[in-house]
């Protein structure tokens, strides 16, 4: 009678012997996927609101998380509006007033135009290893995708959340699904990935889904027209002569 060990059944059974990773190795992978010394990303923000849906069509040009500079591109009532981050510090110039403001403290925390984004969400680096521990909770299916369950939780004090969940795609490693919560355990906000494309050496989501907890509405789409990672960024951009 012919017998069967684990590694023959393993051989039918893809998936058998995978080890489970640990939380900071899912982190470094998706941070990989995520992150880069430099990005260009030109986007566009449809606001789902109560009454009508509004698009915001922008230009992004990004180095690590010190340093970002975004251009409104459209509609018409934004386009020329700028936001430049420096550090911790970031300042909005409008065409429509011809000023420059800075925006700090808990003024970081409003809305972005009416959207499920605060300008910390917009502030903030996709890289996760440098400001969480992560242990891994199970695994799950999410939409006929098999995820690994994953608990964040902030090792700095000036983290924006404290804590985060995510759903981690075993095959691609991207966090399909994530809930941001506060330090009190309020979910605040939840993001989803779609349209996950394969661009270069990695894997990256053509539109998220940021759903703002403790607000109405349908959420907010980021859309991603276009994005390129490591590119050579104009000097002038990221700094404060690129607002006037």
Partial sequence: MKTFNLFTIAIFIPGLLTAQPSGDE???RIDRNMSSE???VISKMVIHGAR???TIESETWAAGEEKAYTEYLAPAREKGTKMLKLDDKLWIFSPGTDRTIQISGHMLRQSVMGS???YEDMMNDPNLRSKYDAVVTGSEMLNENDCWVVELHANAPDVTYQAR????DKSRYLPLKEELYAKSGTLLKRTELHDIKRIGNR????RIIFKDMLKKGEGTEFIVS???FNVEIPEHLLSKAALR
Avoid at 165 to 168: A, D, H, L, R, S
Avoid at 203 to 206: A, D, I, L, N, V
Wanted: glycine letters at 4%.
């Fill in 203 to 206: 894997w990256y989501p053509g």
């Fill in 26 to 28: 899912l982190l470094d």
């Fill in 165 to 168: 969940k995510i759903w981690v």
């Fill in 38 to 40: 430099t990005r260009h």
């Fill in 226 to 228: 276009k994005i390129e």
């Fill in 52 to 54: 009508a849906d509004r």
């Fill in 116 to 118: 499920d984004l605060s």
